[in-house]
Every structure is written in structure tokens, then in C-alpha cells.
């Protein structure tokens, strides 16, 4: 039944992301043509790489930075996520305390401060982004989710974190499915957001402050020219810069040392036409969180501005060699499945309401589920990578770390573990996908069976490894 009214739905979807497909999508900078030099030269026009731009800048108004991105600022990962803002920064308080002991009352102090200071850019820069900081609502939809829930919400209360938890009937207050059976509301701590807005309002203010950008401009190689700096080549022309911020996200061909860290992870997402107000009055929703369940598969959900329901996640695919293409961008068997699990989470929808856009991603997923960092070519180039699934908030931290790297003066981030230690590399092809295969059916069944983990996700548990997006 669902899955027959999701197809339906899904009927006249348009095959690109909703937040890109805008009329007011501002206009590309031309490529760059010739010889020039910068100050700061950064590779990617992401978020991590938009952040390094502007705060450059906020940090010397007479810094001489340039931006080259390799087709349109936000086309990536940056302009076509679930908008969910987050202040945490080591992809959940669990992960962060398995991996980084000792230091998460710190991080999650820092990924506060992170937060406040996107509300605030998006504030000074008048963004019109959709920031709506909601705090996000975890929900359980078997009764193996309710012991993670709880344990979870006191983990986040022992950090001060603001927690309000329900049973069934209060969660269902908030937002009525009749799939739900408790819930953790995390006030303070996620915003939701207009991501492609974001990335192009962050555009705006780095062009305001003086940042050359450059877009069509794929930087070709990075080399080490003497005096003169480091090189990078484009196909029209070079840049010469002292330093070097490389933020291109799962697209590492430049320095081949973080392919052994990143795999790509595609993860897909649909979004709904507006709803009315009586049919989103039916689902209550009066406090509008961004919304995930706990399962190992996941789904996330959330409102727009205009009241559309934003559906992704559960999938998350790796094609076997990790091949980056656009192909990947749309797989239909996900797009009926996801549509199904919507129907039956809002079964008051079914017939009511169509899916407009449909579309996929490239997540950068790193074996510790948090970014990591680090320098090349005598400390004259850094970079971040590896937000796995969660770099809309915590870029801005990466920026910040790459600078203070870049600048070569110790700060509070460089001296964190979580900053100067990397995750565990991926093994080389074909082991990888035959890992990463054999770990995705694990969470599967996992899900099927009470959460039970199987021995292999145990073994990976004890090693401190993992997949997710
Ligand atoms: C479907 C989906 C849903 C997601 N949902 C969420 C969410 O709700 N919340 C959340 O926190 N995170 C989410 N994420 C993850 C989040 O989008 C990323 O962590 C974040 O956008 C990473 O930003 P980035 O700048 O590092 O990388 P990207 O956005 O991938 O940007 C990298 C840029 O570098 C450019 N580039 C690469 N190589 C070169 C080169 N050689 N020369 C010039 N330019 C180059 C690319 O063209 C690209 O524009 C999601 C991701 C996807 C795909």
C-alpha cells in the first residue's frame, strides 16, 4: 500500500536538488584566464572552502584570497543536503566520547560556540537562509531504539545540553506518526537551514570582503614552485599563493594521501510540494525540529520555510571501485523505498500530498565519522575533509582549524586530539568495497534484529571502526 502511494507520488518528480533548482541562483564569476598571485588560495567553493575564504578575511580584512572552484559555488555536497545544522562536531556525543575521552566537554563547548557564530554571520550578512534553529527531535520506531535514546539524553545532559524527552504519546504530540514510540528533543543544538542559500549568501559576503572568486576553475595540480609558492594549475591559468587551503570535499586527486581516508557515500533525499496548512496542522509539528530516527539506517526529515517535507537518508550507497559520477546522483529503487518509509511514518499523507524533486549526493565518509585535518608541503598547504554526513555546521570549525594550521601558531583547536590525530585508513580496492558491503548488510540486519550486532560489527566496534553517512 505504501509503497504503491509512493510511487504514485513520485510520479512527476523533477531529477535535481530542490535547493539548487532556484531562479535567484546567482550567476557564475567568470574562470580564471592568466598568471595571478594570492595571499590565500583556496581549492573548493564548499562550505569548508567558503568558511576559510570569509574568515580569512573576518581575521585580516587585508588578507589577498582567491577561491577557485572547480564548477559552481555549492554545487556539491554544500547545496544539496538535508539542511540540518549541527553544533556537534564529532557526529554525535557517543562517537565523540569513544574516540576523543577526555576532551568532549571541550568540543562540545566549541561546537556551541561554531553554532552561535553561523547564527550570527547569517544575521550580520542578512543571509536569507531559512536559519531557523529548531534543536532536532530523535525519534524510536522499535523498542530495541528506546535504551540508545536514553542513554543519549543523558549523555547531552551531563554536557548542559538542553533535553526534553518524551514516551510515545508525547512524542506523537509533537509530530504524529503512528510509527513513533518515544523521543529526545535536543533543544539547542541543530539549526535547519536553506543550505544552497547559505552557500551562496556565504559567496556574497566573501565577494563583499574582497575575495576574488573564481568558478568553472578546476585546479589541475598543486605544485611546490620555490620562493614563488605553491602552484596550481588550471586549465586557463596558474595561481601562485604562500598558502593553500584545499576544501574539495570528497574530490581528492590533489593530494593522494586522503584517498586512503574518504570513501564516497551516496545518500539520497526527496522533498514533498508545500503542505497545506490544515494537512500540516494533521501531523502537528508546532515546533518544526529537524527530525532523525535511530535506527543504523536512518531516516532524516524536515520542514522548509514553505512548509514542504524534506525525506532523505536510510540508503547510503557506496558504488563498488568508488567512482564519482553523476550517474550516481539518481537511483530510483532508493527514491521508492524512501518515498514508502514516508508514507508509512505519515500514513494521514498517503494520496495527499506529491514529491516534486528527487536527487542525490556525495557524502565524504572517513572511517571515524568526524572530520580530520592536516597539512602537506612543509606546512604551507592545509586541509579538512570527512564531515561524514554532518559538515553543514561543522565546516565552519574546519575552516578554522585550516587556518590556525596554516598560520603555524598553536591554538585551542590544533592542540585537540581530534585535530591532530587521522582517522583509520580504508584498505586499498577491492578489499574496501567488500569491507563496506559486508558492514552495510551488517547494519541492515542489525535493524531486523533488535539491534543485535553481529560479530563483524562487533570486531569493527572494538577496533574503533565503522561506515556510516
Ligand atoms: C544528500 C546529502 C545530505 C546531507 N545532509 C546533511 C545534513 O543535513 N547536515 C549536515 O551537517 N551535513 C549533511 N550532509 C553533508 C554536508 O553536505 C557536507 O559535510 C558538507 O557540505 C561538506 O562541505 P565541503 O565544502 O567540505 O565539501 P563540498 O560541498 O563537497 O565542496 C567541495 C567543493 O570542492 C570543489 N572541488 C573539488 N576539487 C576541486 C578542484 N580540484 N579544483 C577546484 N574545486 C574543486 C567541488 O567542486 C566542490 O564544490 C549531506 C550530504 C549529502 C550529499
Redesign the pocket.
Known amino acids: 500500500m505504501a509503497a504503491s502511494t509512493g510511487m504514485a507520488a513520485l510520479a512527476d518528480c523533477r531529477p535535481v536538488p530542490y535547493w539548487l533548482d532556484q531562479p535567484d541562483a546567482p550567476a557564475a564569476r567568470p574562470a580564471l584566464a592568466g598568471g595571478t598571485g594570492a595571499g590565500l588560495a583556496v581549492?573548493?567553493?564548499?562550505?569548508?572552502?567558503l568558511w576559510t575564504a570569509l574568515l580569512a578575511k573576518e581575521r585580516d580584512p587585508a588578507a589577498d584570497v582567491a577561491l577557485?572552484?572547480?564548477?559552481t559555488v555549492?554545487?556539491?555536497?554544500?547545496g544539496?543536503?538535508?539542511?540540518?545544522?549541527?553544533a556537534s562536531l564529532t557526529h554525535g556525543i557517543a562517537n565523540g566520547e569513544a574516540r576523543f575521552p577526555g576532551e568532549m566537554a571541550t568540543l562540545m563547548r566549541l561546537g556551541r560556540e561554531n553554532l552561535d557564530q553561523i547564527e550570527a554571520t547569517v544575521a550580520a550578512h542578512g543571509i536569507d537562509c531559512g536559519f531557523e534553529r529548531t534543536g532536532e527531535l530523535a525519534v524510536a520506531t522499535a523498542p530495541w531504539q528506546l535504551d540508545g535514546l536514553a542513554r543519549d539524553a543523558a549523555a547531552a545532559r551531563g554536557y548542559g545540553e538542553d533535553v526534553v524527552e518524551f514516551d510515545a504519546a508525547g512524542v506523537r504530540a509533537e509530530l504524529d506518526s503512528p510509527t513513533y514510540l518515544g523521543g529526545t528533543w535536543y533543544r539547542g543544538g541543530c539549526a535547519i537551514l536553506d543550505?544552497a542559500a547559505l552557500a551562496w549568501g556565504l559567496r556574497r559576503a566573501c565577494l563583499d570582503a574582497g575575495v576574488r572568486i573564481y568558478e568553472h576553475?578546476?585546479?589541475r595540480s598543486v605544485t611546490d614552485a620555490g620562493h614563488a609558492g605553491l602552484r596550481l594549475s588550471t586549465p586557463r591559468g596558474t595561481v601562485h599563493a604562500p598558502r593553500v587551503a584545499l576544501?574539495?570535499?570528497?574530490?581528492q586527486?590533489?593530494l593522494r594521501r586522503l584517498r586512503r581516508y574518504l570513501v564516497p557515500v551516496y545518500?539520497?533525499?526527496l522533498i514533498t510540494e508545500p503542505l497545506s496548512r490544515p494537512r500540516l496542522d494533521r501531523l502537528g509539528w508546532r515546533h518544526r525540529q529537524g527530525v532523525g530516527d535511530a535506527a543504523n539506517q536512518f531516516h532524516?526529515y524536515r520542514l522548509t520555510s514553505d512548509n514542504r517535507i524534506l525525506w532523505?537518508g536510510y540508503d547510503a550507497v557506496y558504488y563498488n571501485g568508488g567512482r564519482i559520477t553523476h550517474a550516481h546522483d539518481q537511483r530510483p529503487q532508493t527514491f521508492a523505498r524512501l518515498a514508502a518509509h514516508f508514507f508509512e511514518t505519515f500514513p494521514a499523507l498517503a494520496g495527499q500530498v506529491r514529491f516534486t524533486h528527487a536527487w542525490?549526493?556525495?557524502?565524504?565518509t572517513c572511517s571515524r565519522f568526524c572530520a580530520f585535518f592536516g597539512t602537506a608541503y612543509g606546512g604551507r598547504l592545509g586541509y579538512a575533509?570527512g564531515?561524514t554526513?554532518?559538515?553543514?555546521?561543522?565546516?565552519r570549525f574546519g575552516a578554522n582549524v585550516v587556518l590556525d594550521l596554516l598560520g603555524g601558531e598553536p591554538t585551542e583547536r590544533t592542540s585537540l586530539r581530534m585535530v591532530r590525530t587521522k582517522p583509520v585508513p580504508f584498505p586499498p580496492e577491492p578489499v574496501r568495497s567488500a569491507v563496506i558491503q559486508l558492514t552495510r548488510a551488517s547494519l541492515a540486519r542489525a535493524d531486523r534484529h533488535q539491534g543485535r550486532r553481529d560479530l563483524w560489527l562487533r570486531t569493527l566496534d572494538r577496533l574503533g571502526l565503522g561506515f556510516d553517512s
Open positions: 581549492i573548493g567553493g564548499g562550505f569548508t572552502g577557485l572552484e572547480a564548477r555549492g554545487w556539491a555536497a554544500s544539496r543536503n538535508g539542511g540540518f545544522c549541527s543550505p576553475t578546476p585546479v576544501a574539495a570535499g570528497c574530490y586527486p590533489l545518500d539520497y533525499a532524516y532523505g542525490g549526493g556525495v557524502i565524504d575533509a564531515y554526513g554532518l559538515g553543514v555546521g561543522a565546516s
